[in-house]
């Protein structure tokens, strides 16, 4: 990446449960997902983001899977989205265990 290299715009977003946040960037051909998410401040507001745990993507297509480069290597494109995934807090098949005891005690109620 150099600054003679033409400048294209991505975005960067990060969603909690009650709000999300889609940042604009503007950045150099070349730039990596993780340096636009570098650039683009959002760990400064959300600095309880672990990027060691969260999973980084392209357009709900995550990085360093199904052929994909990591973040870290990963080369934008003009208009990108680089979404941050936060961990899940459950393991899915335990929550449709759970749902599935909740339904099996209001029928026998």
Same mark, same amino acid.
């Given at each position: 990446? %150099?600054? +003679?290299?033409?400048?294209? %715009? &991505?975005? @960067?977003? #990060?969603?909690?449960? +009650? ?5 604009? &960037?503007? @950045?150099?051909?070349? %730039? ?9 401040? @959002?760990? +400064? ?6 990027? %060691? ?8 297509? @995550? ?8 973040? +870290? &290597? #990963? ?6 989205? &680089?979404?941050? #995934? ?24």
């Amino acid at each position: 990446m %150099t600054k +003679d290299s033409p400048m294209m %715009t &991505v975005e @960067v977003a #990060y969603a909690l449960p +009650d709000r999300q946040i889609l940042l604009e &960037v503007v @950045v150099s051909q070349g %730039t990596t997902a993780m340096d636009a998410i570098s650039q683009s401040g @959002v760990l +400064d507001k959300f600095p309880e983001i672990d990027l %060691t745990v969260s999973k980084v993507g392209i357009f709900s297509q @995550v990085l360093g899977t199904k052929g994909l480069a990591s973040a +870290d &290597v #990963y080369e934008l494109k003009a208009l990108d989205r &680089v979404e941050i #995934y936060r961990p899940l807090l459950l393991d899915p098949k335990e929550i449709r265990r759970r749902r599935a005891e909740q339904a099996k005690s209001k029928k026998k109620d």
